[in-house]
């Protein structure tokens, strides 16, 4: 081949395309393989070997059948050289490829050296122990240990591919030599049972020779671990002493003499020897107030290092290493009551290299692209372009939708008529749940999503707010009871609870009540059984136990729901702890034999108030004076405090009071006592104001309100087409205006609530992807001015907040962070700036949309034609730009959490996918390869690999980033999945271009 032809080859985009095509096969194969064989295995599978080998079928001769993580490294670091020396112009206008293609040559060293290098141990140490090594828990060694110095030990350890059967070991040192009779991958170990028929041991020595040894297929799921053991027989001089068995499951010492010294054989997890000690001073593991969610793990440690002289404390927690003699300590994990901390040790001398070639990359895309849209031209305004300007009736015509619109918005902000008792005041009420102070506006709205699919209840022409009904349930418990709440769509659990199967169920409390002992054993079993191989009749009846339960928490949590008069109750009470306590000091309950009546009746309140207090669902006693911010408590627990201080609280009369008062409507008396407690809960720190403008937040529902007008501009776009002129297109880009202003407010009203970024969940990450789509789209409309990018903005805007709203139904979204996740920092950075990585891509495959059906069966006119391929090239651009820094970002967070810069975990993984895939698409168009219809179709295609990334990897349920398996969201990704391939197919149809 001539030389200008192997260099056109190595540098040329085909080669690129294909290596990128192969990197991501292999991280899908990677992805799918963890699974099976666990996230270590599947890695040293797929990427740290060169090939993939199979098995011929019939033989146990093997073959290779795909190139692994070598040889595609390999491929794209010769391609990425390659351009740099034959391909790239060394002019300005091409530094920023340059850029590029350097840092990412330097990632793929990175991932090399790193494979190769890096090395992950575990320090697992209690408080105040000491330690000078690591353990490498998913790999063994046999120990042969010389104890005959009484002051310290001499240790040789063997690693364990040595431990092949038949082989012989031999130690200078050793007056002996090891011959390894059998050994084992993973083996169980138990007591050997009395009796005939059980085989001999082979082990003639030590604990061997009393145990049996039951070999086990290994294992390769990352929580669990092989327990390697052998049968090891000690030779002296050709004379055999003894066989001993060695195992990681033993231990016991396994001890001999040879050659005037004792000598211990063990089997242990690998050790790595540290030139310093550390000694754990502290362990400490918070929680939020009311929770078993972690806030934070932290251990104090002190370094002594005798080489140095070093002898210092130095604090380690979460997402806060301790770098320290070229290895880096991370809070991993605990135990034994927190008075253990593991500790996840690395070493890896090149952890820099990924961040330099991140700035380099960074650098070099933002460059480039800068580039691109400095000398990109706005589109001519329509005036200009020839089409007639716009009248002054069409400007008012956009005007009064626009001001109609707004109406609409500022509707939201007017309380709702308040009736003889005011349940939206209440409703405003602070109370501690989940660690956080919310309204009980926001527990009876999150509640009823829960329990009943909707804010509101109906029962038959009545309509009850969220407020109202929870105030029902707690004031009026047997009201509520008879209403119609539990909605159920599965034909066999109605048929379990005697209706048949015909569309759905309404059940109220009452009607369940006959059934709850079999929904609960039914539930039970369900328990059992792993979510995402539930059947549907386990899942559904799972769910309806949960919901009653829920509700059964919420009818007994400000009161026991079998009380009548809850004033005659406290009043009981208090009379009862008169006499109770008086019995008690003056000594009449001192004989076992005679209980005193006053302390009979005072048991029997303390029994009630504890088995309610276990039963609350919610803290509503603000802290008492002096006391910790987050020293909340329940009502019925507050009760029983009346114990130690001999009278009840003004907090519990109150409580008592609303309540009696509610179920009577007596509007003067509710109202005394809500004053009491509003009063109450000004001790908590700015309680009582969170709670009212989360309640505001609540009533004007700034992301219900923004799906309509989503949908309003998606009607204006789509009627601008149908009626011609600017009126309409105007209006949609006005609308499309006014939508994102009151999307931003939500945003902005949740982070101030939350004190959090706008992402912190699967939630908000709905929300915020509709939001950048939906400002992309304006931007690209005021570029563009024909009413497509409106169009697709409000589709895409309403899709992710009726997404966002399904996923609300789980219950509050505006959760606590857990520890590892506790950073502002990089919820800010690497969260947000994935997120607008999502966002642009979807938004691309929607512009793709309207190139494609839009073509095929509307019509589409050459320069509208024009303008939607400009606007997709330039938002998958776009896209790869944020999706590369926001994975990255994400290694980088991983790398200071738990020590591992890129772990190929399943998120990370469909995080990767996203930049491969807008990689390809360009590529692609840039070599030619596909024209406009092609990348539109890959466009397209990237919606899949976007939602499979966003969603798909918590259907695996592996992975550090899993967040639980959702059988409904599946069915609803296949469904898109399925969708988004009709369409790319349908691009392949005879297109109807229109002429104007």
Known sequence: MPKADWR??????????????????????????????????????????FLLWTRIPGTTAQVPWFPAGGAVGLLLFVNLAAVMLWRLQRVRSKAGLWLVHAGLALFVVGEFATGIMAVETMMAVEEGQSLDYTEAHRRDELVVIDETDPDADTVYAVRQEALKDGAVLTHPAWPFSLKVVSSFANAEVGPRPAGAGVPESVADRGVGAMVVLRPLPPVSRDDERNLRAAYVQVVEDGRPLGTWLASSALG???????????????????????????????????VYAGTNIPKNFSSLVRITNRTTGEDRDTLIWMNHPLRYGGRTFYQASFGKGDRLSVLQVVRNPGWLLPYASFGVVTAGLLWHFGLMLWGAKPAQREHEGGVPAEDGRSRRLSAALAAVAGLYVLAGFVPPRSAAVDADRFGRLPVLHNGRIKPLDTIARTSLLVI???????????????????????????????????????????????????????????????????????????????????????GAVHTLHDRVMLYHRLRNTLAPADGASRVQEAAEYELALAEGLSDFVSGIAKEPAKPSRGMERLGAFFSRYRDADELAYVKAVPPAPGAAADAWNTVPGDLLGSLRDGRLSAEAKS?????????????????????????????????????????????????????????????????????????????????????????????????????????????????????????????????????????????????????????????????????????????????????????????????????????????LAPEDE???????????????????????????????????????????????????????????????????????????????????????????????????????????????????LLVAAAAFAPRRVRTV
């Not at 010294?261 to 362990?283: C, S, V």
């Not at 609540?698 to 949908?711: C, D, E, I, K």
């Not at 939350?754 to 931007?779: C, D, E, I, K």
């Not at 996923?807 to 979204?813: I, N, R, V, Y």
Request: hydrophobic fraction near 50%; charged fraction near 15%.
């Open 8 to 49: 056109r080859t190595l540098s040329g985009l085909g080669l690129t395309l294909t290596a990128l095509s192969l990197l991501g096969a292999l991280v899908v194969l990677c992805t799918l393989g963890q699974v099976e064989i666990g996230t270590f295995n599947a890695i040293d599978r797929y990427f740290r070997a």
């Open 252 to 286: 016991a010492p396994q001890v001999f003499a040879s050659g005037t010294r004792r000598w211990n054989i063990a089997m242990r997890p690998e050790r790595h020897y540290l030139p310093f000690t550390l000694t754990l001073k502290d362990f400490k593991h918070d």
């Open 452 to 538: 009943h699919g909707k804010q509101t209840l109906r029962d038959g022409a009545e309509r009850l707010s969220a407020a109202e009904w929870l105030l029902e349930a707690a004031a009026d418990p047997s009201r509520s009871a008879a209403r119609p709440l539990f909605v159920v769509h599965d034909p066999d659990l109605l048929g379990l609870l005697g209706k048949r199967a015909e569309g759905k169920g309404v059940f109220s409390f009452n009607e369940l009540q006959a059934q709850l002992p079999e929904i609960s054993r039914q539930a039970e079993r369900a328990e059992g059984v792993e979510a995402k191989l539930r059947t549907r009749f386990e």
């Open 655 to 859: 409580w008592a009071a609303l309540l009696d008062a509610a179920k009577a409507d007596d509007a003067g008396r509710f109202t005394a006592a809500l004053q009491g407690l509003e009063g109450a809960a000004a001790r908590g720190p700015g309680a009582r104001s969170r709670a009212h403008w989360e309640s505001v937040f609540n009533r004007v529902q700034p992301f219900v309100r923004g799906m309509a007008l989503y949908v309003a501009v998606f009607l204006c776009a789509m009627a601008s087409y149908l009626v011609r002129g600017p009126a309409l297109r105007r209006s949609a880009l006005w609308l499309l205006g006014l939508a994102l202003a009151v999307h931003t407010a939500g945003l902005a009203a949740r982070m101030f609530l939350q004190g959090r970024p706008p992402v912190t969940n699967l939630y908000s990450s709905a929300v915020f992807v509709g939001w950048v789509a939906a400002l992309l789209a304006f931007v690209l409309e005021r570029w563009h001015r024909r009413g497509l990018a409106s169009a697709v903005g409000g589709a895409c805007g309403f899709a992710t907040l009726l997404i966002a709203h399904h996923l609300a139904a789980s219950g509050d979204t505006l959760e606590m962070m857990q520890a590892v996740l506790d950073s502002n920092f990089w919820l800010g950075t690497h969260v947000v700036t994935i997120t607008i990585g999502y966002a642009g891509t979807f938004l691309a495959g929607l512009l793709a949309h309207v190139w494609i059906l839009k073509g095929r069966w509307g019509g």
């Open 866 to 980: 024009k303008a939607l391929y400009k606007m997709t090239y330039g938002v998958v651009a776009f896209s790869l730009l944020f999706s590369f820094i926001g994975t990255v970002l994400g290694g980088i967070w991983a790398d200071q959490s738990w020590g591992r810069f890129w772990g190929w975990d399943p998120k990370e993984n469909g995080a990767f996918m996203i930049v491969l895939w807008c990689a390809i698409i360009l590529h692609a168009r840039m070599g030619g390869y596909v024209r406009e219809r092609g990348f539109m179709v890959l466009a397209v295609l990237g919606d899949i690999v976007t939602a499979l990334s966003w969603f798909g990897v918590n259907m695996l349920g592996i992975g550090l980033h899993s967040y639980g398996f959702m059988d409904k969201a599946a069915g609803w990704l296949l469904a898109f999945t399925a969708l988004q």
